[in-house]
């Protein structure tokens, strides 16, 4: 065995899995360990958040902890790795473990022949190899030996050999920069590959940021630094700034705050925007009487089979709707834009809309349709708990067909609620209010609740989806035919 394989199978990198369907990125979001403390085979490291949830990632590694790669608060994409252990510390020192293929590849220049890459950097080339002498830039003095060996040195792991002091170059040394201005570095700015990719990510040439790391060595505080300017341009003054400043205006801008786009509110951002723009919506609207049904609530909450077990008005609507969908399946379909196909569903997996305190998520109920009205109510009270808990899976909100949204808890009355992507049907549960309605020929205080159902036309005309909606609002007038259509 090479002492490169060994250092491989000792230094283990751990790098962000795919925690959900076909996700691509997640945020770190807290480290549950630093440099130096021990870990064990799955315990939990570190705590990220995907476009669909928050979710604790246990490491499959024992030993201690080499590097944190990134820090809280970095996105970071599927198949990075986040963080090195070294699984056998007791074996002495060792080589560091070779930097990932990620972080490597965002340094654009290939690294020369025969060096080694290390865990941040890469060593030192050869004795034998001759390294080609850059050309400095005209007015700008070249790097001093004694510095290039510092940082060599410390990419190495190593302490950097004394040297004498420089000694001034001959050229003319160009003017001092104001502090914190930016400079361009002589030759090739020096900086880790990890730097170099934020850099890149952000945007920023390296060569016109002002090192302050030892030795010229540009910093992530450094980059950050540059880009700040950029990514706030409200801040600048301005024509704006002036007329604010004017006799019977308002200073809007201090009085404004910026918030990253990011996790949940992202992904929801860009699902409901693919749905709007891809999936032709009809919403239809059906006013109810809901009497029968919350008499119907009260009653389940004092029997034995439901003890226990959260009962509500929603869980009958979810009930009356699995019933109006067994009724009409053709709704429960998919529209596979790729096949050009009409995927049918054999089951529901019912999605309940929950408010979090990281936005709006969707976990559904697999194969509702399957289950007994307190299977459903177990489930159901499961689902909101989790979801308010911010725990809820990635798995759980994959796969929905149909789904709720409970705007009525709101005091709204009702709204044209957007499809989630992939799905043929949502409804939308408004207030129950006390109103007058005619009862049996007479004008009675009733019940009343308005539905809204929006559907995706390709897959559901207006006929069936209108049938949908009346059984929907039958079962809810007169409960007793969950048990007659059911």
């Not at 970095?74 to 510390?89: L, Q, R, Y």
């Not at 792991?157 to 004394?162: D, I, L, Q, S």
């Not at 540009?218 to 341009?233: G, K, L, N, S």
């Not at 007058?436 to 897959?459: C, E, I, N, Y």
């Amino acid at each position: 065995m090479t002492a490169s394989t060994a250092n491989a199978q000792r230094f283990r990198e751990f790098k962000m899995p795919d925690v959900g369907e076909g996700l691509t990125e997640a945020e770190i979001l807290k480290w549950y360990v630093q440099p130096g403390d021990t870990v064990t085979d799955g315990q939990v490291v570190c705590e990220v958040e995907t476009a669909k949830a928050a979710v604790e990632l246990p490491i499959p590694y024992t030993g201690v902890v080499h590097e944190l790669r990134f820090g809280e608060g970095v996105t970071v994409d599927v198949g990075t790795a986040i963080i090195a252990v070294d699984t056998d510390p007791g074996a002495g020192p060792a080589e560091a473990p070779a930097a990932a293929p990620q972080e490597a590849a965002a340094d654009e220049e290939a690294e020369p022949q025969g060096r080694q890459a290390v865990l941040v950097g890469y060593g030192a080339a050869p004795s034998s190899t001759k390294r080609r002498a850059r050309k400095p830039q005209p007015g700008v003095p070249a790097q001093p030996e004694p510095a290039k060996a510092a940082l060599q040195a410390e990419l190495n792991g190593r302490t950097a050999p004394e040297a004498p002091a420089p000694v001034a170059p001959a050229v003319q040394p160009a003017p001092a920069a104001p502090a914190g201005s930016a400079v361009p570095a002589a030759g090739r700015p020096l900086a880790k590959p990890p730097v170099r990719k934020l850099a890149k990510d952000l945007g920023i040439d390296l060569a016109t940021i002002l090192p302050t790391g030892p030795d010229g060595i540009i910093t992530r505080e450094d980059v950050h630094a540059a880009a700040t300017p950029a990514v706030a341009p409200a801040e600048a003054p301005g024509p704006v700034a002036v007329a604010a400043a004017e006799p019977g205006t308002v200073d809007t801008a201090a009085r404004e705050r910026r918030v990253p786009v990011k996790g949940v509110r992202k992904a929801t951002a860009q699902a409901m925007v693919a749905s709007a723009f891809t999936a032709p919506h009809v919403t239809e609207f059906i006013t109810v009487d809901v009497t029968r049904t919350m008499k119907l609530v009260q009653e389940l909450k004092q029997d034995p089979d439901m003890a226990g077990l959260r009962v509500n008005p929603l869980l009958l609507v979810a009930k009356a709707f699995l019933v109006a969908l067994k009724r009409h399946p053709e709704v429960n379909a998919a529209w596979d834009e790729a096949n050009q196909e009409i995927v049918y569903k054999d089951y529901v997996n019912l999605g309940i809309a929950a408010a979090t305190p990281r936005g709006l998520i969707v976990p559904n109920i697999k194969d509702a349709g399957a289950k007994t009205l307190p299977q459903l109510a177990s489930e159901l009270g499961d689902l909101v708990a989790t979801a308010r808990e911010g725990k809820t899976s990635p798995a759980a909100m994959a796969g929905g067909t149909v789904t709720i949204t409970n705007v009525g808890v709101f005091g709204v009355d009702t709204g044209t609620p957007i499809l989630n992507p992939g799905e043929s049907a949502i409804l939308a549960f408004g207030a129950v209010k006390l109103q007058p309605w005619v009862h049996k020929g007479k004008v009675k205080a009733r019940q009343v609740t308005t539905l809204a159902l929006s559907f995706d036309h390709r897959l559901v005309d207006g006929e069936l989806g209108s049938k949908l909606l009346a059984d929907v609002a039958a079962v809810l007038e007169r409960p007793k035919r969950l048990i007659t259509w059911g």
